[in-house]
């Protein structure tokens, strides 16, 4: 199922982030339906890279997905910003450093075996810890709680109304989760 730029704006309004999704239209529409302008390109490609091993197989259009996303959280909150770029600049330094490649360049076997190597996994997210509760917290929580609280996404793993998604009682009391549209 393709995640779309819509899915990402629908996962930005859950987060309570009216002002975020409006800048984001607003970036996305002037820069040529890139949303992405303002998240540096070696950060989007590591969370690209972690979204492709934490999400699930059947999930496409992942790039798109990720940058709208985070360009909407990291447009007005400087500090959530901050700790997304470096714990994503931490986490491809130990890829470089334990792989000798970035983490871009590692096959999503390799990536994941990183990750859990790291103990990202089983980490409690602590912006003020260890590398491990950093990527937890900046890099893998907010890339499964877009997946989550996106439509498609919320679809992929069962879960038809996700939070931010009409749906009303009548979604409630059908049996199958079978697309509407």
């Known amino acids: 199922m393709d995640l ?9 309004a859950a987060t309570g982030g009216a ?13 040529g339906g890139s949303a992405d302008a303002d998240v ?19 999930a496409t259009g992942i790039e798109e997905f990720v940058g709208t996303y985070v360009a909407g959280r990291m447009a007005d909150d400087p500090d959530h910003r901050a700790g997304v770029v470096d714990a994503a ?21 390799t990536r994941d075996r990183l990750l859990r190597d790291l103990g990202v996994d089983v980490a409690d997210p602590d912006p003020d810890d260890t590398l491990s509760t ?20 919320g ?8 939070i931010g998604y009409p749906g009303g009682t009548e979604s409630y009391r ?3 989760m079978e697309d509407d549209g």
Do not use: C, K, M, Q
Not at 19 to 31: C, I, M, Q
Not at 40 to 58: F, H, K, R, S
């Open 4 to 12: 779309t730029r819509r899915d990402a704006l629908a996962a930005l």
């Open 19 to 31: 002002v975020a999704v409006g800048h984001t239209l607003r970036d996305g529409e002037s820069a």
């Open 40 to 58: 540096p390109e070696d950060t989007l490609a590591t969370l690209v890279a972690v979204a492709d091993v934490v999400y699930p197989d059947a």
């Open 89 to 109: 600049a931490a986490l491809d330094a130990t890829a470089r450093d334990w792989f000798d490649a970035p983490l871009t360049d590692l096959d999503a076997a």
């Open 134 to 153: 950093r990527v937890r917290l900046y890099v893998v929580n907010e890339l499964l709680y877009a997946f989550y609280a996106s439509p498609t996404g």
């Open 155 to 162: 679809r992929l793993v069962g879960i038809e109304n996700p």
């Open 174 to 176: 059908r049996a199958s």
